[in-house]
């Protein structure tokens, strides 16, 4: 399609039946993969840590090679995810999110998916409209939803300046010309051939192929001066004019309202059940409320009752709380300094209350304080960007002193409030680092840019030990809604002195010890612990809910990561100050879940 006006959402919708909504989307465990990183489904040979660790670096010319597959796209397919529904089933996966997958320029290596040059139509190098239904369809057999990454206030590098250098300014700057499809200025910006510039030249839908539908002020230079952020290029990405006003009277663009009919249609057409909407900071709430409001309005129509919309909201908790009670986003992916906290928390780096104490939401306004966290934080620790490591980016397997704790990280982000997330290839303990983002987006299958600077060999191993930890960890938490729901509280812990006292690390050592936590939910109480030590079973004791439990109750093993070390049944014992507690043994960097319930039912 070239024209937003040649859909027709009542034809496409009549008689179609759609894939509801989940009821809370706190149940469900998301998986972020890059598309074009992830799978092909013809893979051959699985990677074998003996022998084809850094087998890409055996000399220059190979290194090199490598490295330029960093840079550019590399194969992985709609049809690739296809091929690995069972991967994910059997992970404990239930939503997918998929880095964006509409047509790039094709002057540009932009395999990220996040300079679209054209809004209706699924780029050629990751498959077409009928992979993307296939998919949908097959996962929504599974149990597993599927979110599209989008994007509105931004396209490609469809056109240049007449300037070669564009920093930011007030004013907008003169388009040269829209490119061509070798990425050259040749269509007028005040009357662009559409019939030659279609397919490959411009930007598509042709209702948004004009120069009007960009603000033209040229690149960011400061990325948190208002109004810069809000109009300015990111970097070649061309900046789109949303709209204008105050929030209250906001009138959205004609750009916005057909990128809005566009992403309708994908919905109507593949059976989505979410958006994850990029760069929310960088639009005016008022263009985001517009678009969610439709957005909602719309899926409801299709029986989608909670259409899941996720903003990439940075700039601060406040900030992302006050944008999405204004503009009715569902959640917020990560908050700022959430992922690094929940990384350090593991690895035994900090405090631990100070990744606990966020859920307190101390400053934050409203009755009821523990849904934000519950319904609206996307929690995750590795991804796609890893911003936490400005300047140097790095899974969290790439700290090779701490990397034997990756199970424990998984247990904190799967266990603690929020929608928990994890990032392609974490399950297979990946280690990415480098001083460029590349480093951090490896390929699953068996490419020129595989993971451990390897080459021609896949990752998808079933056996895996973070795979099979996160397999069962992701099944505990989907049959036990108190860990998907429940409040949450830090425990104080004691050794045989019964000192009781909240963990705390040393300035410079850090914390190598045991964290405990409840999470309590109609009168059921579940006890989790991990253990930050990676030399030493460590035994302490922990206080419960003491209105819960009596002297004499019993706690019952759910899980641990080595059930030789821990015992099946804990007894409840007093603690000072009429409180009570249980002694729990923690593994070497291992965790464990007891369960408490009335009347031990």
């Not at 300046?161 to 700057?173: A, F, G, M």
């Not at 969290?396 to 929608?419: R, V, W």
């Not at 280690?431 to 990752?459: I, L, N, P, Q, W």
Request: charged letters at 30%; glycine letters at 8%.
């Amino acid at each position: 399609m070239r024209r937003v006006a040649e859909i027709n959402l009542d034809h496409i919708i009549k008689e179609k039946k759609y894939y509801p909504s989940p009821d809370n989307w706190e149940e469900q465990i998301l998986y972020f993969l890059m598309v074009d990183r992830f799978a092909t489904g013809k893979e051959e040979k699985l990677y074998n840590p003996e022998v084809d660790y850094e087998n890409a670096l055996q000399n220059k010319e190979s290194r090199q090679r490598w490295e330029d597959y960093g840079d550019r796209w590399n194969g992985g397919t709609i049809q690739g995810i296809i091929s690995k529904l069972d991967y994910l089933e059997n992970l404990g996966i239930t939503a997918l999110w998929l880095s964006p997958i509409f047509k790039q320029a094709a002057y540009e290596e932009t395999y990220h998916g996040y300079g679209i040059q054209n809004f209706l139509k699924i780029d050629p190098h990751l498959g077409s409209r009928d992979d993307l239904i296939e998919l949908v369809e097959r996962a929504h057999e599974r149990d597993i939803y599927i979110i599209l990454d989008i994007i509105l206030n931004h396209s490609g590098n469809v056109f240049s300046y007449q300037d070669e250098n564009t920093p930011y300014r007030d004013e907008p700057y003169e388009i040269k010309g829209f490119h061509d499809g070798e990425g050259n200025p040749t269509f007028n910006p005040d009357n662009p051939d559409y019939d030659k510039a279609w397919p490959e030249g411009g930007i598509w839908p042709e209702e948004i192929f004009k120069k009007e539908t960009f603000t033209c002020k040229g690149e960011i230079t400061d990325w948190d001066a208002y109004p810069e952020y809000v109009e300015g290029d990111f970097y070649s990405l061309k900046n789109i004019s949303t709209g204008e006003g105050p929030f209250h009277s906001f009138k959205p663009s004609q750009a916005l309202k057909h990128l809005t009919e566009c992403y309708k249609y994908w919905i109507a057409a593949a059976d989505i059940d979410g958006f994850r909407l990029d760069t929310v900071k960088h639009m005016e709430p008022g263009a985001t409320r517009y678009f969610a409001t439709e957005i909602k309005e719309f899926s409801r129509c299709l029986g989608k009752k909670n259409f899941q919309i996720i903003g990439e909201i940075t700039g601060g908790m406040e900030f992302a709380l006050d944008i999405m009670n204004k503009t009715g986003l569902d959640a917020a992916l990560g908050i700022n300094r959430l992922p690094g906290l929940m990384e350090d928390l593991a690895k035994g780096y900090q405090d631990p209350r100070e990744y606990f104490d966020i859920f307190k939401n101390h400053d934050l306004k409203g009755e009821d304080y523990n849904k934000w966290y519950q319904n609206n934080v996307i929690t995750m620790f590795d991804d796609h960007d890893m911003i936490i490591h400005q300047g140097d980016k790095a899974r969290f397997a790439a700290d090779k002193e701490k990397d034997s704790l990756l199970a424990n990280a998984i247990f904190i982000n799967l266990f603690t409030p929020g929608i928990p997330c994890l990032y392609y290839g974490t399950e297979q303990g990946f280690d990415g680092s480098g001083d460029s983002d590349k480093y951090v987006r490896e390929t699953m299958f068996d490419g020129e840019f595989g993971a451990f600077r390897s080459r021609k060999r896949h990752f998808f191993n079933h056996g895996h030990p973070v795979y099979l930890c996160l397999s069962r960890l992701a099944e505990i938490r989907q049959k036990h809604l108190p860990l998907q729901a429940g409040r949450q509280y830090l425990r104080e812990i004691a050794g045989e002195d019964e000192q009781y006292h909240y963990p705390e690390a040393d300035p410079e050592k850090g914390y190598q010890g045991v964290t405990a936590w409840s999470r309590i939910f109609s009168q059921q109480e579940y006890l989790l612990a991990v253990n930050s030590n990676q030399k030493e079973t460590l035994k302490v004791k922990t206080m419960v809910d003491s209105d819960l439990h009596k002297s004499g109750d019993i706690f019952y093993r759910l899980y641990s990561s080595d059930d030789s070390q821990t015992a099946e049944k804990l007894e409840v014992h007093a603690a000072p100050d009429n409180n009570t507690a249980i002694t729990i043994t923690v593994p070497a960097a291992g965790h464990v879940i007891y369960r408490f319930r009335k009347n031990n039912n």
